[in-house]
């Protein structure tokens, strides 16, 4: 994985609370940063009922966060500007070891798989017919989007023009309109557009199943306060209220996760990633 050199200013891309600081403890805000798989609007609309919902549970303001696209925000996370994060499994294995994050919650009942998309009309059936195309991905190290994606395009000897394009969503709409022949991404975002009513769009592959996105926290945090998040987080699926707000943000029901849950991306061996081309 390739990271800018030097550092990077904080900046949040957009910060939404919606009630005062007064309201709960003098203590700083908690940052929760998301992956920006999807956009900044789209993502604050998911996620900002379940930022107000922790901070009545912490007794802390917890606020939305997230970056401008995925190189950005692995930045970010290394730099360890949130407070919570987000994560791809990728990233997960990555930050755990440096800054040192630590799982505290994953859907458990979910498998991550990545896709491949291609246009409706397009001809092509298998990946071997995409020889010598230009395909869209959202960064060099989304994980099931990029990395599973190009990993299978690899075994094949599939050669190909890879275009980093920032996000699933651009993935899916570079695809749409012709300016890539094919396009990684995963069937939560890629359902995702579709109900936001993007046509012309078809699943081409789909991959094996690896555990998902990490909820993880920064090392500068308590054991106690690691548990607290946690304990907040996991129990979301024991209300209805806690339903909806799993639903709204497009999780399953979150169960308390461990460092070791994400050994099965460990296993895949994935120095390649260094070499792959910059966005």
Do not use: C
Request: proline share 6%; no cysteine.
């Amino acid at each position: 994985m390739k990271l800018k050199r030097g550092f990077v200013p904080w900046l949040v891309a957009l910060l939404i609370a919606t009630q005062p600081i007064s309201a709960y403890s003098a203590e700083d805000p908690l940052l929760f940063g998301i992956v920006p798989q999807e956009s900044s609007s789209k993502l604050a609309d998911q996620w900002t009922p379940l930022m107000r919902y922790l901070s009545e549970q912490l007794g802390r303001q917890v606020r939305f966060t997230t970056a401008p696209d995925i190189p950005t925000f692995e930045e970010r996370v290394l730099a360890g500007q949130y407070d919570i994060a987000y994560m791809n499994p990728y990233h997960y294995v990555e930050f755990s070891e440096s800054p040192g994050y630590q799982a505290v919650a994953r859907e458990g009942e979910k498998r991550i798989r990545g896709i491949i998309v291609v246009g409706e009309d397009s001809p092509v059936t298998t990946l071997e017919e995409l020889e010598g195309s230009t395909l869209a991905f959202p960064a060099p190290a989304a994980f099931a989007a990029t990395i599973l994606t190009r990993a299978e395009l690899e075994r094949l000897g599939v050669t190909y023009t890879p275009r980093f394009v920032s996000s699933h969503e651009s993935v899916y709409l570079n695809v749409q309109k012709g300016f890539a022949a094919a396009g990684g991404g995963i069937e939560r975002t890629y359902n995702s557009a579709i109900a936001g009513g993007l046509t012309g769009v078809r699943v081409l592959w789909r991959s094996e199943g690896y555990t998902p996105h990490a909820i993880a926290v920064h090392p500068k945090h308590t054991d106690d306060q690691r548990l607290r998040i946690q304990a907040a987080l996991t129990n979301l699926g024991s209300s209805e209220e806690g339903v909806a707000l799993l639903q709204r943000a497009n999780l399953k029901t979150l169960v308390p996760a461990g460092n070791h849950d994400w050994d099965d991306v460990r296993g895949l061996g994935l120095d390649f990633i260094q070499k792959t081309d910059d966005p």
